[in-house]
C-alpha cells in the first residue's frame, strides 16, 4: 500500500481546500467548536481515500461512528482530525492549526501526516524515521534554557488538571506554553518545544503529531506512563517527549506528590 503518497495526498488537499474558504460558519459552540470549515477538510481527505481505490474504516473528529472508505477493512484504520485548532481557525490565527491523520494497522500505527495551516508545512512518518517536506528530521539531542511543555487547558476543569500537574515542576527548569499540542508535538523535530501532552482522556485523533515526534528519537506513553493503545474506542491521556531521559523525568515529577 503507498500510505505515504496517499496519506500526504490527502493533507495537501485539506489544507488546499482549507486556504480557498471565504467566511467560515459556526455549526455548533460546544466546548470544542464544529464548523463547516472541519466538515470541508474532512470531506476533502474522504474524496483523497475513496479515489485511492484503498479499502479503511475511518474515524474522523467530525462523525461518531466509522466510515467504512471502499468497502471498509477492520485490519486498517485512519483516524484524522481536519483541523486541530478550529477556536483558533475561526478567528484566522492559524499559528496553532492544523490537519492531522495517521493510520493504524493491525493495532499499531504505521504513518502519520501533519499539515500546518499557517505555513503549508507537511510533517510526516513512516514505521521508522520522520520527515518534514521529505526531508528526514530527527529530534535535537539538546535544546537551549528551560524545557519547554505544550499543553491544553482552556476551561475547568481541564485547568484545574492542568495546573495541578504543571505546578509538581520546578520552575527553574520548565516553562509552560498552553496553545494546543498536535502541531507542536510535529514540531518538537525542530527544537520548539520539548515534550507536549493531552492532561485528560482524549480520542487517538489528538495523536497525529505525537507519533512523528515519537518515531523521530522522542518516547510516548500515557500520563501515568502506560503504553498508548492504538484502539479509537478508548480515551487516554497523553505525554510525548522528544528524548527518553526527558519524558521519564516528567513521568516521575507528574505522578508524585507536589514538590
Known amino acids: 500500500m503507498e500510505w505515504e503518497k496517499i496519506g500526504k495526498k490527502c493533507v495537501k488537499e485539506a489544507l488546499g481546500a482549507l486556504s480557498a474558504i471565504k467566511g467560515i460558519k459556526l455549526l455548533d459552540d460546544g466546548i ?3 464548523t463547516d470549515a472541519d466538515l470541508v477538510s474532512h470531506n476533502a481527505i474522504v474524496s483523497e481515500l475513496q479515489k485511492s481505490g484503498i479499502a479503511c474504516d475511518l474515524v474522523s473528529e467530525e462523525f461518531g461512528q466509522k466510515i467504512h472508505i471502499n468497502g471498509g477493512s477492520g485490519a486498517v484504520n485512519v483516524f484524522i ?18 490537519v492531522g491523520m495517521f493510520v493504524v494497522e ?10 500546518d495551516i499557517a505555513t503549508g508545512d507537511i510533517f510526516h512518518c513512516d514505521r521508522y524515521h520522520s520527515y518534514k517536506n521529505d526531508i528526514r528530521v530527527k529530534n535535537p539531542a539538546v535544546t537551549i534554557g528551560k524545557q519547554v511543555l505544550v499543553g491544553w487547558a482552556p476551561y475547568s476543569p481541564r485547568m484545574e488538571k492542568f495546573f495541578e500537574k504543571f505546578s509538581k515542576l520546578p520552575q527553574r527548569e520548565y516553562l ?13 523535530t525542530g527544537g520548539s518545544c520539548d515534550s507536549c ?17 515519537w518515531r523521530a528519537g522522542g518516547e510516548l506513553t500515557t500520563m501515568e506512563g502506560d503504553p498508548i493503545v492504538w484502539d479509537g474506542n478508548v480515551k487516554q491521556t497523553m505525554l510525548v517527549s522528544r528524548d527518553r531521559e526527558l519524558h521519564h523525568k516528567l513521568l516521575t515529577l507528574f505522578n508524585t506528590q507536589k514538590i
Do not use: W
Not at 509552560?176 to 518538537?188: C, E, T, V, Y
Not at 482524549?202 to 515526534?213: N, P
Open 32 to 34: 470544542n467548536p464544529h
Open 81 to 98: 482530525d481536519p483541523i486541530d485548532g478550529t477556536a483558533f481557525f475561526m478567528r484566522d490565527e492559524f499559528s496553532f492549526c492544523a
Open 106 to 115: 493491525k493495532g499499531q500505527p504505521v504513518y502519520s501526516f501533519v499539515g
Open 176 to 188: 509552560m506554553f498552553n496553545h494546543g499540542q498536535m502541531l507542536q508535538s510535529a514540531r518538537m
Open 197 to 213: 501532552f493531552e492532561i485528560l482522556p482524549a480520542k487517538l485523533q489528538e495523536f497525529a503529531g505525537a507519533i512523528i515526534a
